[in-house]
């Protein structure tokens, strides 16, 4: 345990993880077809990225992305402050018959998936709606279950997992913070 948390994946296994997600991806769904990765801001995104471009390595075929802000659909924004940061919500591809991956980087009470799936719905009527974490670290609040999940992580309620990325971190890791200690 460091003053930056205790590590549980490292670059090398937040790759591989990916890796089996995009395998996992292209195997429930027989390929590409109609396959399209929705990243929820602020770091879904930059992973259904790395996951658009794994695809592309496996199949030699270039899948659909969008990045989606769910900051309107929270239902805690009256906590989150005054004036929450909007970000844009980026999908400029027709939902309608496509099998959307939603990505992002923690699933924990389920209460942002929730909000995604509301705002995925309001912009269009997918086939299907899957879903694909980095991490799950349990605690549901809501009847939500990750389709694809890079790894499992216990951990108590006064913990959080903090995913660092090299696009916005300048290195890849997950990190338990919080708790005893930390």
């Known amino acids: 345990m460091t003053a930056s948390g205790r590590q549980v994946l490292d670059e090398g ?52 992305l969008g990045a989606l802000d769910i900051t309107l659909y929270r239902d805690d924004l009256s906590e989150i402050g005054p004036q929450p940061e909007i970000r844009a919500t980026s999908i400029a591809f027709d939902l309608k018959d496509k099998v959307v991956i939603l990505v992002d980087d923690v699933l924990f009470t389920g209460r942002t998936i929730r909000a995604a799936l509301d705002a995925l719905i309001d912009l269009g009527r997918p086939k299907a709606i899957q879903l694909a974490v980095l991490v799950d670290r ?38 338990i913070v919080g708790g005893n200690g930390a």
């Open 138 to 175: 349990g605690h549901r609040e809501l009847p939500i279950k990750a389709d694809y999940v890079g790894k499992n992580v216990p951990t108590s309620l006064n913990e959080s997992v903090m995913i660092r990325l090299k696009e916005t971190n300048g290195k890849d890791e997950a990190v």
């Open 13 to 64: 296994e937040i790759s591989r993880a990916l890796a089996r997600i995009a395998h996992e991806i292209l195997e429930r769904n027989h390929g590409t077809a109609r396959l399209a990765l929705v990243g929820i801001r602020e770091r879904g995104d930059l992973l259904a990225a790395r996951l658009q471009k794994k695809i592309a390595e496996i199949e030699k075929k270039e899948i659909s």
